[in-house]
């Protein structure tokens, strides 16, 4: 049932991804992050959390630009990775298409990647829609079995 919910659909994969010290000078040239003097060690540290913090927001902001721009043109959409930390990617998306579908959705990535210079934006498919199968298969009944019953050359003939 699940594999014929996804007959005729697609999975996309859109990535985007920053380069980090870029993102940290827009942040800072906005006057987002309070720059001052070095200080001491935990002052440094302090600053180190609330940079990360803000690049953590702006990513989870442009991946929810990215999403909210595709989505119309998708059935269902899915993460594929949450962003947690500074360390993370902006996003990691799946998308399902119908497969007649694709043209406004390529149009789509193009426009976000004219929008979005400062983003390397990656586009995957078509792919199969393993995303969006849970893959949990109710398990076949068991046949009954009978050690004493076998069959072949060990095995007794009833």
Known sequence: RQLDAVDGL?????????????????????GRVPLGRAGDLSARIELGQQI???????????AEQ?????????IQDTPR???????????????????????PFDAAVAGLRQAHPELEIRYTGPL???????????????????????????GWEA
């Open 10 to 30: 697609v999975e996309l994969h859109v990535d985007a991804d920053d380069d980090e010290a870029s993102s940290i000078a827009a942040l800072t040239g906005a």
């Open 52 to 62: 990360a913090q803000l690049l953590v927001a702006h990513r989870q902001q442009l």
């Open 66 to 74: 990215i999403v909210a721009k595709l989505r119309p043109h998708a």
């Open 81 to 103: 990775a949450i962003i947690r930390t500074a360390e993370d990617p902006p996003l990691r998306w799946a998308f399902l298409v119908p497969q007649d579908g694709l043209a």
């Open 128 to 154: 199969p829609a393993a995303h969006f199968v849970d893959g949990q298969v109710a398990p076949a009944e068991p046949e009954p079995t009978d050690s004493f019953r076998a069959s072949g050359a060990w």
